[in-house]
Every structure is written in C-alpha cells, then in structure tokens.
Antibody, heavy 118, light 107 residues
Framework: EVQLVESGGGLVQPGGSLRVSCAAS????????MNWVRQAPGKGLEWVSF???????FYADSVKGRFTISRDNSKNTLYLEMNRLRAEDTAVYYC????????????WGQGTLVTVSS | DIQMTQSPSTLSASVGNRLTITCRAS??????LAWYQQKPGKAPKLLIY???TLEYGVPSRFSGSGSGTEFTLTISSLQPDDFATYYC?????????FGQGTTVEIK
C-alpha cells in the first residue's frame, strides 16, 4: 500500500527556516515525480516543487531561491528545506506522488502545517 | 505560467442533480489535465487524469472531457458524498498549476 507521511511542521518566525519531511512506503520515491503542494488556510491548492527520478528539481516562482527540495533514496524520504520564511508561506504542506506517464498526482500525504508568525 | 480558471467558484445543487464544472487553460495543455476532490481537513483525492480517464475506484457518475484549453468535469447524479471542493490541475508545463477551486454546496 502506498503511504506518504509528512512531519516537521510547526511555528517559525518570519525570516526563519524549517525542514519538513515525507516518509514514503509501498513504492520507491526515486522512481516517480515527488511533489510538495501547499494550501494556505481557507485557500486553494498551490503546487510548490517537484523532484524527478533523475534528481532534477523545479519550483514555483513564489518559493524559488528560498526553498530546496531533496530526496534521500536510502530512507525513501522526501524533504523540503524552507528558508527566509514569510507570513504568506503559512500553509498545510502536502507531499504527493506523480507516476511517470499519463498519470496525475495519485497519492497524497495527510499534510503538515507550517505557521510563520512572530 | 499557464493560468487555470474554473467556473463557477461556488455551485449550489441538490442530490440527484447533474452538474458540470468548467476549467479553462490560458494556453493549450493538450489533454494533460486532472480533477481532484477535496473535503474539509482532508488531502485532495484524484478523480480523473489525462482529461477523461477515471481513476481506479472512482464512481462512474464522474466523467471528464475536453482538450486544448477547455475542459469539463461532470457529475451525472449528485450524491451526498459529493459535496466538496473540486480542483483542476494542468501537468503539461512547469509549474503544474491548479485552478482556484469550485465548491459544491447543498441547495
């Protein structure tokens, strides 16, 4: 069974840093696109970043230069390192899998809440 | 970036109604479009991918159509479990953008 379990969310001050993690099981995270998608309170979904099977990374303009996505294949775990955090980064951060081919994002974690506030 | 625009933003409907949600892309995305359902406090759930392919386990009352820039999600007979927010997402070009969402409310 495919499972994605996020952790590491919490309260951080503006300008601070935080790393969230996503432990994958039931499949190899290195064989798919692994994504971060976020949702601010009461708002819609915003795609943040992905890493592909070759290790290439892409970011939304809103986080480019501040966030870094990475993957530890030995732990089958995805990470999102978030620096220079702003109030507008406050959101639930979802880890999500997208298989190669015709498929869209087909599995999501339960999300982890990141709150940026003083 | 490709902009995705859904309409309407909110829709009031009754059980048994047929309803249609539209998603328009700012430029062609071929058929690289997905539809998701999200309920409060829960992660989104994939309903349809590649514009019209039903995800395994999703009821057949859901269907998708379209290509290029205009797409629709249709629920043939609304059920109580279908009251939720629906999002489209294009995955033709980076960044993979979402529509703003359509909330289906009980009339």
């Amino acid at each position: 069974e495919v499972q994605l379990v996020e952790s590491g969310g919490g309260l951080v001050q503006p300008g601070g840093s935080l790393r969230v993690s996503c432990a994958a099981s039931g499949f190899s995270a290195s064989s798919t696109y692994m994504n971060w998608v976020r949702q601010a309170p009461g708002k819609g979904l915003e795609w943040v970043s992905f890493i592909d099977k070759g290790g290439r990374t892409f970011y939304a303009d809103s986080v480019k230069g501040r966030f870094t996505i990475s993957r530890d294949n030995s732990k089958n775990t995805l990470y999102l390192e978030m620096n220079r955090l702003r109030a507008e980064d406050t959101a639930v951060y979802y880890c999500a899998r997208k298989p190669y081919g015709d498929y869209a994002i087909d599995h999501w974690g339960q999300g982890t809440l990141v709150t940026v506030s003083s | 970036d490709i902009q995705m625009t859904q309409s309407p933003s909110t829709l009031s409907a009754s059980v048994g109604n047929r309803l249609t949600i539209t998603c328009r892309a700012s430029r062609s995305i071929s058929s690289w479009l997905a539809w998701y359902q999200q309920k409060p406090g829960k992660a989104p759930k994939l309903l349809i991918y590649k514009a019209s392919t039903l995800e395994y386990g999703v009821p057949s009352r859901f269907s998708g159509s379209g290509s290029g820039t205009e797409f629709t999600l249709t629920i043939s007979s609304l059920q109580p479990d279908d009251f939720a927010t629906y999002y489209c997402q294009q995955y033709n070009n980076n960044p993979w953008t979402f529509g703003q969402g359509t909330t289906v409310e009980i009339k």
